[in-house]
């Protein structure tokens, strides 16, 4: 995770530390969660896997609100956004780590979008499409990208898909 450190050990215990630094992004105080995002961006590119781990968590606890996870993720993402270019290996790889929750698979990629500063269609020429739904434009089948909206025709292949599904 973090090539710097030598062992595991110090891996875990690196990101456990990093880990109790984002706690308080949890909490209702405005002035803590401030603090701790301070003390995260000092951290820079160290930070983005704990911050990451923040959502997958709220995302977990059954008493988390779909409002609160999105307010977790905005300030996740703010963060990631100062942070900037640097944040781009560990964001591929939850944009594509089919071990974590589909949702920061899709904020993870939006994320590298927004990092990027890309729009339109030069999203397209990165997106590595993971996310389709099926859809009928003009009387035809296409596959659409849910991140981007690249449009796939029906082949075989995905026809053998649907009736799976």
Known sequence: MYPYLKTENEEEE???DILEIAWPLFSKRKAK???????LLKLGVKSIRPLVCTIELALRDHDTSDWEIDEQADDVSEMILKIGKDA???LEDFANNGSCN??????????IFKVLGLKGKDRQKICPHNMKMLLTKKNKKVWVCTSCDAEFPETKNNKDTEKEN
Do not use: H, S, T, Y
């Open 14 to 16: 690196e990101f456990n």
């Open 88 to 90: 781009m290996p560990d």
């Open 102 to 111: 589909i949702f920061v698979n899709e904020w993870a990629q939006e994320m």
């Open 33 to 39: 969660r401030e603090i701790a995002g301070q003390e």
